[in-house]
């Protein structure tokens, strides 16, 4: 047996999937075969639920009846809506309060028998999951601030009706194209740090609920969801200081501070999913006439890669870099940029659970013992 101590399980492969492809030397993400950019570019985030939850695209009609399922399971219990209330009147974290309330869940869900590894059972929690997600962090996000929460509306589509739930206001098709795309962009990437401990979870036979709450939870930390919410406080830095993006870029370099946004433990080249935001970017700014985000992200981009070849270097932007600037653009909270992260990335965890109940093998790893040894055991009153 290989006893060599890799930390974090760097370079360590523990298993095979068929859910998504990353390649860090390309440049590349696919799910199920699929390139990113043609799922963005032409698939609903319902789409690529079904593809990552059944193997592959949906029919016309398995897509309307899948839709309308997702839809229909939008509405929370009363219980559901009452604890909400009481952790924004706690003043709980949004991501905090997500991962009490999707704990939650099942306890009002019409199913809760079944076995844990029962893939239909599997699939049909995961959907009902899904589809609260968005309604859970709208209503907590207005409860918190005072307002009534807006009720789910089945004739939107996934993407739409969070932006309705959470700005007030139905979003116009630019807005909510680049949310269904920012979705699709995060569904899954490989076996993260959330996405593996929801796979360990479920690996005893725990149920989807239990997964998904573990998810939430590794998401949580700032090594892992917090890096889009730390970019965009750096466009709100520039913007309010007396100095240039490129100059704000050059002086934190210098002072040996990281930029928030570049790097990825994956990617050796640009973060495939920062390319797509970075037009989507582009479009916003252009439909709002706003452009202040777009031209500091820009200004740090050209002189990262350009004067200090960053690039060269294997240090690229990834794909926070720009979604918080994104979010920004379309009304979102910046507490709540790791929220809606989850919110997305619970379909790659939903898909990664099917997976590998189907073969299951309880995940044991080992530590190797390094504390002391032969120690004399003295009695508590002799001591």
């Known amino acids: 047996?290989?006893?060599?101590?890799?930390?974090?399980?760097?370079?360590?492969?523990?298993?095979?999937?068929?859910?998504?492809?990353?390649?860090?030397?390309?440049?590349?993400?696919?799910?199920?075969?699929?390139?990113?950019?043609?799922?963005?570019?032409?698939?609903?985030?319902?789409?690529?639920?079904?593809?990552?939850?059944?193997e592959?695209?949906?029919?016309?009609?398995?897509?309307?009846?899948?839709?309308?399922?997702?839809?229909?399971?939008?509405?929370?219990?009363?219980?559901?809506?009452?604890?909400l209330a009481d952790l924004a009147e706690a003043g709980e974290t949004p991501m905090a309060a997500l991962r009490t309330a999707v704990s939650a869940l099942s306890a009002t869900a019409p199913s809760a028998g079944g076995e844990p590894q029962n893939a239909a059972e599997t699939r049909e929690r995961g959907r009902r999951i899904a589809a609260k997600m968005p309604t859970i962090l709208a209503a907590y996000d207005r409860l918190r601030r005072g307002e009534r929460p807006i009720p789910p509306d089945e004739e939107y589509g996934h993407a739409a009706d969070f932006l309705r739930m959470l700005t007030g206001h139905p979003p116009d098709e630019v807005a909510a194209d680049t949310f269904d795309m920012a979705l699709t962009l995060h569904a899954d990437h490989?076996?993260?740090?959330?996405?593996?401990?929801?796979?360990?979870v479920a690996s005893t036979f725990a149920d989807i609920y239990s997964a998904a709450v573990?998810?939430?939870?590794?998401?949580?930390?700032?090594?892992?969801?917090?890096?889009?919410?730390?970019?965009?406080?750096?466009?709100?830095?520039?913007?309010?200081?007396?100095?240039?993006?490129?100059?704000?870029?050059?002086?934190?370099?210098?002072?040996?501070?990281?930029?928030?946004?570049?790097?990825?433990?994956?990617?050796?080249?640009?973060?495939?999913?920062?390319?797509?935001?970075?037009?989507?970017?582009?479009?916003?700014?252009?439909?709002?006439?706003?452009?202040?985000?777009?031209?500091?992200?820009?200004?740090?981009?050209?002189?990262?890669?350009?004067?200090l070849s960053f690039l060269e270097k294997g240090i690229a932007p990834n794909v926070d870099?720009?979604?918080?600037?994104?979010?920004?653009?379309?009304?979102?909270?910046?507490?709540?940029?790791?929220?809606?992260?989850?919110?997305?990335?619970?379909?790659?965890?939903?898909?990664?659970?099917?997976?590998?109940q189907a073969t299951n093998r309880l995940i044991r790893p080992r530590a190797r013992y390094v504390g002391p040894a032969d120690r004399a055991f003295v009695p508590i009153d002799q001591r």
Not at 235 to 251: F, H, K, P, Q, V
Request: glycine share 12%; aromatic share 8%.
């Open 56 to 83: 592959r695209l949906p029919t016309r009609d398995e897509l309307a009846d899948f839709r309308d399922a997702l839809a229909a399971d939008r509405a929370l219990a009363p219980a559901v809506q009452d604890l």
């Open 190 to 200: 490989g076996f993260n740090a959330s996405t593996f401990v929801a796979i360990t």
């Open 214 to 307: 573990a998810g939430v939870g590794a998401l949580s930390g700032p090594l892992h969801g917090g890096a889009n919410q730390d970019g965009i406080e750096v466009l709100a830095e520039i913007d309010r200081a007396e100095e240039s993006a490129t100059e704000w870029a050059r002086n934190r370099v210098e002072a040996g501070e990281h930029i928030p946004g570049w790097g990825h433990r994956v990617y050796e080249v640009t973060d495939p999913r920062a390319e797509i935001l970075r037009e989507r970017l582009g479009k916003l700014s252009a439909a709002d006439g706003d452009r202040r985000w777009l031209e500091y992200t820009r200004g740090i981009e050209t002189h990262l890669t350009g004067e």
């Open 321 to 356: 870099f720009y979604s918080g600037a994104v979010y920004h653009k379309l009304g979102i909270p910046e507490d709540m940029y790791t929220p809606i992260f989850a919110m997305s990335r619970v379909g790659g965890w939903v898909g990664h659970v099917l997976e590998y």
């Open 1 to 54: 047996m290989d006893d060599e101590l890799r930390r974090g399980l760097e370079g360590v492969v523990v298993d095979e999937t068929t859910l998504s492809d990353v390649d860090g030397s390309a440049g590349r993400l696919v799910y199920r075969g699929y390139e990113i950019g043609d799922l963005a570019e032409s698939a609903s985030f319902e789409e690529v639920l079904y593809l990552l939850w059944h």
